[in-house]
């Protein structure tokens, strides 16, 4: 029996790629999930929900659990050669994803862990490919289109895990040549595009927070600019769905892809859009100096010292100087029935997901 090899189980992406996976693969190959043992009890009802849903299916049964982490050089696996022998495909996926972490588990996650996965990789006799996902953040304060060429362009970063995600993948680049591999850089991913559905609210979610706690007529700061710089982001299925796909043809080896919206609106545009999906019948953009509120969250350091809300650093992606080239992306998945949906077609469950479900907080799963 074969082995599909994933990291980031059951974090946002990974335990909805597992399914896809599933689907994909014959009755003879499990799909198992590197899990820490701190999510483990989290990962077990992620995988009792996968079988109860497949419980028809040749699918139910064949997700396997396995304790390690990804900091440490043998992935903390008991069986690491054992799992080498019988692995064809990698997924690597696990990440901290927190605009103000900080640098030391920043480092050892998604830098290290990553080199730690490549180990793993080259190690594998029957590896058909390792699937590295990235994130478009690599382009950090690069002006104009980032095209899925490019990674070393002499930009510099607005926070550590930009920083980290950037030297994650020139590790991975450097190693092309020996370990089969396709790259994915998505979008920050939201909710799913039908149920809504989201581990975490973070991004556009302030703005819909914003919005939730005013009348029929909402008024919403946005910085200067913000009419004319695109707010990329896109739904976990598109991802997932692209991932599942590209990572089942021959021709994406090697290869770099963007799944991001190839065509996002502008801050200005998400912000009216979110208006109308809440209900609103009138969303008022108005626009503020970045600089004024960069300096005010610089007092308001020295006041409170380092917090989470001062320090989140998401200002910056309102008026993000990138834009992202689909070429590649755009190309593969033609005729796949996978493509981006426009923002404004699931704003709407964006919100409703919102309000039914309060609790849901700011911290994802790594």
């Known amino acids: 029996m074969s082995t599909v090899f994933l990291t980031g189980f059951p974090g ?6 597992v399914e896809r996976l599933l689907d994909r693969h014959d009755a003879d190959t499990t799909v198992t999930c590197l899990v820490q043992p701190a999510y483990r009890s989290r990962a077990e009802e992620s ?8 419980a028809d299916t040749d699918a139910a049964g064949r997700v396997e659990l396995v304790e390690g982490d990804v900091t440490e050089p043998d992935l903390g696996l008991e069986a690491y050669d054992d799992l080498q022998s019988g692995t064809i495909e990698i997924y690597h996926l696990a990440a901290v994803y927190d605009l103000a972490m900080d640098r030391e588990p920043g480092k050892a996650v998604n830098i290290e ?7 793993f990789a080259a ?26 060429a490019m990674l070393e362009e002499g930009q510099r970063y607005f926070n550590y895990y930009e920083s980290s995600k950037h030297a994650a993948e020139v590790l991975v680049q450097e190693r092309m040549d020996a370990i089969p591999t396709t790259i994915y850089r998505p979008g920050p991913a939201v909710g799913d595009s039908e149920t809504g559905e989201t581990q975490k609210y973070d991004g556009p979610y302030a703005f ?5 706690e005013q009348g029929s007529t909402a008024i919403v700061p946005a910085p200067y600019g913000a009419s004319n710089h695109e707010f990329n982001v896109v739904p976990r299925d598109y991802v997932v769905d692209a991932i599942a796909y590209l990572s089942g043809i021959e021709t994406s080896e090697g290869e770099v892809y963007h799944l991001a919206d190839p065509d996002p609106p502008s801050t200005t545009e998400l912000i009216e ?17 970045k600089e004024l ?62 309000r039914e479900n309060p609790d849901v907080g700011t911290e994802g799963l790594s």
């Open 273 to 289: 859009t979110l208006g109308r999906a809440a209900g609103k019948e009138r969303t008022l953009v108005v626009p503020y100096p």
């Open 12 to 17: 946002f992406l990974g335990s909805a790629l």
């Open 123 to 148: 190690g594998v006799a029957e590896l058909d490919r390792l699937h590295y996902v990235s994130s478009v953040v690599v382009a950090g304060d690069y002006e104009g289109r980032f095209t899925e």
């Open 293 to 354: 509120i960069k300096g005010i969250r610089r007092s308001l350091s020295v006041v409170l010292g380092e917090s989470e809300l001062v320090e989140s650093g998401g200002l910056e992606y309102q008026t993000w100087p990138a834009s992202f080239d689909c070429t590649n992306a755009a190309a593969d998945l033609a005729g796949s029935g996978v493509e981006c949906p426009r923002f404004e077609a699931y704003a709407e469950n964006l919100v409703a997901f919102y």
């Open 208 to 212: 819909i927070e914003a919005l939730e």
């Open 47 to 54: 995988r009792a929900e996968l079988d109860a849903a497949n």
């Open 113 to 119: 862990g990553t080199r730690h996965v490549l180990d």
